[in-house]
């Protein structure tokens, strides 16, 4: 093994454990081009983040990582995320990832990783787990669940349907909350802002451009409307790998004819969640 190679594959690695993105574009083009060319350099990062537990995803000539599950180091555990989260009870946490994924349903519109909307708001994801939930409880759907799958669920369609649509407070604008569907989605909306996976309207990460740059006339109107979500190059770089990597027992629970633009994928698949 060459020490040279060697070297530079730990750079990648460590780079990329810090969070930074490494890129065709961006400051370290040289590291990338070194993982895309010299095939011993590729194999040790490819080997080093496999050991580690962590799963490396290539989109748009970048790299990203994502903690594997159970991974005790760069995971998080469930009290870890619902303190991220601003929540307290284990049935809220379960309804976050069932936000999350439908959030992600909301974008992809079929099974096909490359036909996703420009962008969310806010009520179209209440209006899509609205939906789901309705999927789940509906028995004629013909959908097969365990006693635990059953409980599972019918806890979360539980807790959705607890909530109001909105508050009173919120008509004036939504915020993040756990005593409404809209405060609810909004407060999820602000964790995958904070893991860089969505941005609102024109908040952009260094180095990332999205549509909508093309269209900053349209979003004066965006406030009117209620405000958009964007996806990240780091989302779309983790959910349309997923499609090749993980078609899991809860996408085949939820693909029915009520929500067939299922993309396959829970919240703790971002941050790869351990058991305690």
């Known amino acids: 093994m060459d020490s040279r190679n060697l ?80 929540i307290k009870l284990n049935k809220e946490l379960y309804l976050a990832y069932f936000v999350v994924y439908n959030t992600i349903t909301s974008f992809y519109t079929d ?73 609810f989605v909004k407060m999820v909306f602000n964790f995958l802002i904070s893991q860089e996976l969505l941005v609102e309207n024109q908040t952009l990460y260094p180095g990332e451009r999205t549509q909508f740059d093309k269209n900053a006339a349209a979003l004066s109107e965006s406030s009117a409307q209620g405000a ?7 989302f779309r770089a983790l959910i349309e790998n997923y499609f090749d990597d993980y078609r899991g027992r809860f996408s085949q629970l939820l693909m029915s004819d009520k929500q067939k633009n299922s993309a396959a994928v829970v919240g703790a698949d971002f941050q790869g969640e351990r058991e305690e």
């Open 7 to 86: 070297d530079r594959a730990l750079d990648i690695v460590s780079r990329l454990i810090m969070g930074e993105n490494v890129s065709e574009k961006g400051a370290d083009a040289a590291l990338y081009q070194e993982y895309s060319t010299n095939a011993e350099v590729y194999d040790i990062v490819q080997m080093s983040l496999k050991k580690m537990n962590l799963n490396l995803y290539e989109y748009k000539n970048a790299l990203y990582v994502s903690a594997g599950q159970n991974n005790a180091v760069f995971g998080y555990t469930n009290e870890e995320l619902k303190k991220e989260l601003g």
């Open 111 to 183: 099974t096909a990783a490359t036909t996703y909307a420009e962008y969310v708001r806010i009520e179209d994801v209440v209006e899509n787990v609205d939906k789901a939930i309705n999927g789940i409880i509906d028995k004629s759907a013909g959908i097969v669940l365990d006693e635990v799958e059953e409980n599972s669920f019918k806890q979360i369609a539980m807790s959705w349907e607890e909530l109001p649509a909105a508050t009173v407070e919120e008509q004036s604008g939504v915020r993040a909350a756990r005593n409404s569907k809209a405060g």
């Open 228 to 234: 958009r979500y964007y996806p990240t190059d780091r």
